[in-house]
């Protein structure tokens, strides 16, 4: 049955969108206004308390589309492309206004991290909001524990890769001015660094609290199916940028690549490989 | 000792061991059953022992509580999965209503070689079980109940199902999507004792169009049986599989004769006479033993607490001051930003 007209979510869901865009419009407004300011000049910042005003909204709007989508269907957001979509980016939403608010010298970084969160809106507008049936092996709190870990480790890659992203785009010469509120480009990977050193913690937990909710469910802590591969590549990845770049020092946009290829390699991990995989890993068996 | 070590405690060669292991993984993407698991033992052989030189030699790492506690956690991790490997057990049983486990009714049995635990000893009882179905037979959880013995002489009854596993001496049974009906038929030779047995029907509901098997009794003909249920199985609306309260007509045929039994009924056959007794059930399980696993757990955590540790002791919670880069210089204060 077509549950576009039966999905009581949406308007929740498609207003928390619009103050995203509301607030990523914002934000790239702001940063090229800063462009006209003199060198060592304070800079514009009036555009950054309403786009963490917008970012906000959009938190508690897709709060609402949620909560609204959980009454309807009965479970929570664990088990289709669609609901996965949506809690991702609440939780990054989450997240990311956080580090916006709590780190006003990287604000700018959100040029870049708020339309990466745009590929995940676009693509959730796009699909019909159906009900999956819960399977069985998911009543189970390691569950929580699982996608909750895995949630900080994506939220925490994305303000990484904004300030890389910004890192790079600052090499940009027309671009430059759009980042002039951020600190030197030394303090921005050295930030970004942390943030995916926080990002690996939080990453190394999530497969553990999979590990023992995959004991539960399935009878095997670790089988490499294709999501668990793809999970420990991810891990892997990031912790071999870690090591290069204390193994070579590597030069600080070499490092951005870096940086960047591992939130590629996250994105396709959690939007990709569960949605073609057959392993039991995907949901519902 | 070190001008041995040091060299295996290379961050490069660290680097080559994990490309080499994200090789490995790569090759096994998917299809895991069908590739050398030496794509993956080999990189990690690699990498455990230039972890083991790195822990011992590297001032970086082992002078530093949170690094030093990560870095003997994977490799505390990575001995561990091997000797779990070593020692491990996983196997598949079905077992029918109200008759025991016993290890000699395993199949798809797979063991390590060092593997030394005591099945044979284990004890539990078959139960019966339901299972929910949602609207569109999607399979809703399992309530299956079997007994072990409670210390005391008696029985202690548990209800497992799906992530709920019975765990005995280590041995962890998992219900399964595999399970069925079993027809509980005696038989009477002519001259002799009767037998008592069961047929398994093919799972249930999965091959519900297929209820039918074979059975030779001894010194009787090949007996052909087709078994006709009464589930309350519907695609349309939710429904609870029930082996208690399904019904079974039993069909028999053997060779030209074709008879529809009832529980409790009996038919005549060259050789003896069947009695239908009653409908039982049976639970398919996924056996799982691997006494590292708590060992596992334990030195993950530890693991990550160690890099949390590190990290909050190396960065704290706070923003660096612009001071302690020296490559540039920012500051953040209420009167505004100021980039230079």
Known sequence: MNEWNTATELPWLWAGMTSYALATFIVIRGVMHTRGGAAGAAVNRSYETPAFIFILAGVALLAMALAERWMRIGHGPFVNLFELLMSQLFSLGVIYSFAYWRYPAIRASAVVALPLMWILGVW??????????????????????????????????????????????RGVPRLQPWFRQLPSDAMVDHLAWRFMLLAFIFHSAMLIAGAVWAQDAWGRYWSWDALETSSFLTWLALGGAIHARLTYRLPMRAGAIFIIVVFIIAFLTYFGTPFYSSAAHKGVI | MNAVLSPLASLRLTLVGMVLLAIGAALSYGNPMTTSVWVLVVPMAFLAVNLLAAIITNPRIN??????????????????????????????????????FSADELFDDSRGPWHAGDLDKLVFVQGPYTVDYAPGMVRGLTHSEVRVPDGQGGWERRVIGDDRPLVLDGYRFYTSFNKGFAPLLTWMPEQGEPQTGVVHMPAYPLFEFKQDNTWKPPGGPEIKFWLRLETGMTEKAAWVLDGQKAKGTLV?????????????????????????????????????????????????????????????????????????????????????????
């Open chain 1, 124 to 169: 959730v507008l796009m699909l019909e909001p159906r009900a999956t049936p819960f399977p069985p092996t998911y009543f189970n709190n390691w569950l929580w524990a699982h996608v909750g870990l895995g949630k900080f480790f994506l939220g925490f890659c994305l303000v990484g890769t904004g300030l890389a992203g910004a890192l790079l785009l």
């Open chain 2, 63 to 100: 002078r530093r509580g949170g690094l030093l506690t990560f870095h003997i956690a994977l490799l505390g991790i990575v001995v561990l999965a091997a000797l779990g490997r070593l020692t491990h057990l996983e196997a598949h049983v079905e077992l029918v209503q109200d008759t025991a």
């Open chain 2, 252 to 340: 028999v045929n053997s060779g030209a004769e074709r008879v529809e039994l009832q529980p409790g009924e009996t038919v005549k056959l060259p050789g003896g006479q069947l009695r239908y007794e009653r409908l039982s059930s049976w639970m398919g399980y996924k056996i799982f033993y691997d006494p590292t696993l708590q060992w596992l757990f334990v030195t993950a955590v530890f693991g990550v607490i160690g890099m949390s540790v590190h990290f909050w002791r190396k960065f704290g919670a706070r923003l660096p001051a612009a001071d302690t880069i020296k490559t540039g210089s920012y500051s953040a204060t209420s009167k505004g930003v100021r980039y230079e």
